[in-house]
């Protein structure tokens, strides 16, 4: 079930930069409809304790439609432990939601 977010987050590691990509018409509909939010993130650490975060937003509308509304990869740096990782994206998916929505 978190697939996408698990994704995100191994982008930005292989990519080396952080990333996100937002459809805002989508977005914008999403808001007008009220819809169901689903939020999603995964923290990931590598061998060497490189370190990211990634998540993804989904609008479930009441036509039934699930819409990717946003997904994003952010580098956390080096870190000691992947619960760590998982905390840390955590933080940050509470922060980007809110700004999303609100």
Same mark, same amino acid.
């Given at each position: 079930?978190?697939?996408?977010?698990?994704? %995100?987050?191994?982008?930005?590691?292989?990519? %080396?930069?952080?990333?996100? +990509?937002?459809?805002?018409?989508? /977005?914008?509909?999403?808001?007008?409809?009220?819809?169901?939010?689903?939020?999603?993130?995964? $923290?990931?650490?590598?061998?060497? $304790?490189?370190?990211?975060? $990634?998540?993804?937003?989904?609008?479930?509308?009441?036509?039934?439609?699930?819409?990717?509304?946003?997904?994003? $990869?952010?580098?956390?740096?080096? /870190?000691?432990?992947?619960?760590?990782?998982?905390?840390? %994206?955590?933080?940050? +998916?509470?922060?980007?939601?809110?700004? /999303?929505?609100?």
């Amino acid at each position: 079930m978190n697939s996408l977010a698990d994704h %995100a987050a191994n982008a930005a590691l292989d990519c %080396a930069v952080d990333w996100q +990509r937002v459809d805002h018409d989508g /977005l914008k509909a999403a808001k007008l409809l009220q819809p169901n939010w689903r939020v999603c993130f995964d $923290g990931a650490l590598r061998g060497n $304790g490189c370190a990211s975060a $990634g998540m993804v937003v989904m609008a479930y509308c009441s036509t039934g439609e699930c819409k990717i509304v946003y997904r994003a $990869g952010l580098l956390l740096g080096r /870190l000691s432990s992947s619960f760590l990782s998982e905390a840390l %994206a955590m933080e940050w +998916r509470l922060n980007q939601f809110c700004n /999303l929505v609100m």
